[in-house]
C-alpha cells in the first residue's frame, strides 16, 4: 500500500513539474503596437496588479503537501526519494516565477 501511495504522489509530482516548466516556457505574449498614424494623447496607465493563478496556487498547494509527505517517509528507496524531492523543489520554483509574471 505504501509503495501505491509514493508511486501516486511521484506521478502527481511529475505532472504538477510537467505544468510548471510549459507554463513558463510558454511566456508572456507581447502586446501589438498600436500604429503610429493614430496619436492619441498619452493617459496616465492603471497600476497593474498581479493576475490571481487559482490554478498554479493550488498546485502549489498540491507539490508543498507532497514534499511534507516526501520529507516523512521512513525509506531513502535507493535515492529516489531525495531525487523526487529535488525534483519537486525545481517544481514549487517554476511554479512560484509563473505566480509572479503578469
Not at 59 to 71: D, N, P, Y
Request: aromatic share 2%; with cysteine.
Amino acid at each position: 500500500m505504501k509503495k501505491l501511495g509514493l508511486m501516486t504522489l511521484l506521478i502527481t509530482a511529475t505532472l504538477l513539474f510537467t505544468l510548471a516548466f510549459s507554463a513558463a516556457a510558454a511566456g508572456p505574449k507581447p502586446a501589438a503596437a498600436p500604429p503610429a498614424a493614430a496619436a492619441v494623447p498619452a493617459t496616465p496607465a492603471p497600476v497593474a496588479t498581479p493576475e490571481k493563478h487559482p490554478h498554479i496556487e493550488e498546485a502549489l498547494e498540491h507539490m508543498r503537501a507532497a514534499k511534507k509527505e516526501l520529507e516523512s517517509a521512513e525509506h531513502e528507496f535507493q535515492g529516489h526519494r531525495a531525487k523526487s524531492l529535488e525534483h519537486l523543489n525545481q517544481a514549487m520554483h517554476e511554479a512560484e516565477v509563473c505566480m509572479s509574471m503578469k
